[in-house]
């Protein structure tokens, strides 16, 4: 069974910074692309960020500069570190992997993955 638990959200004043976690289990294809993604309650979701199994990254536009995302093949754990937040990345971030191989590995593909972990709240006030 694919289990994906994410942590380290919070709350946080705008310009403050957040590292999330998600660590990965019985994923047959831990070297895959995986990627984050966000939810506004109400709205689509949003892919942020996607690394690929050579370390590749992709990010939409809206967080270049400021996240980075990261992971630890060893530990089976995906990273988004978050800098210079700003109360428009107030969301539910959920960490995903696709049910396959693929090479579609960018952060607005992520959306579509199939596995998602069960989310972390980050909250940034002004």
């Known amino acids: 069974q694919v289990q994906l638990v994410e942590s380290g959200g919070g709350s946080v004043q705008a310009g403050g910074s957040l590292n999330l976690s998600c660590v990965v289990s019985g994923y047959t294809y831990p070297s895959n692309c995986m990627g984050w993604i966000r939810q506004v309650p109400g709205k689509e979701r949003e892919g942020v960020a996607a690394i690929d199994s050579d370390g590749t990254t992709d990010y939409v536009d809206s967080v270049k500069g400021r996240f980075a995302i990261s992971r630890d093949k060893a530990k089976n754990t995906l990273y988004l570190r978050m800098n210079d937040l700003k109360p428009e990345d107030t969301a539910i971030y959920y960490c995903?992997?696709?049910?396959?191989?693929?090479?579609?590995?960018?952060?607005?593909?992520?959306?579509?993955?199939?596995?998602r972990g069960q989310g972390t709240q980050v909250t940034v006030s002004s």
């Open positions: 995903a992997a696709p049910r396959a191989r693929t090479s579609l590995c960018t952060a607005a593909f992520s959306t579509r993955y199939n596995y």
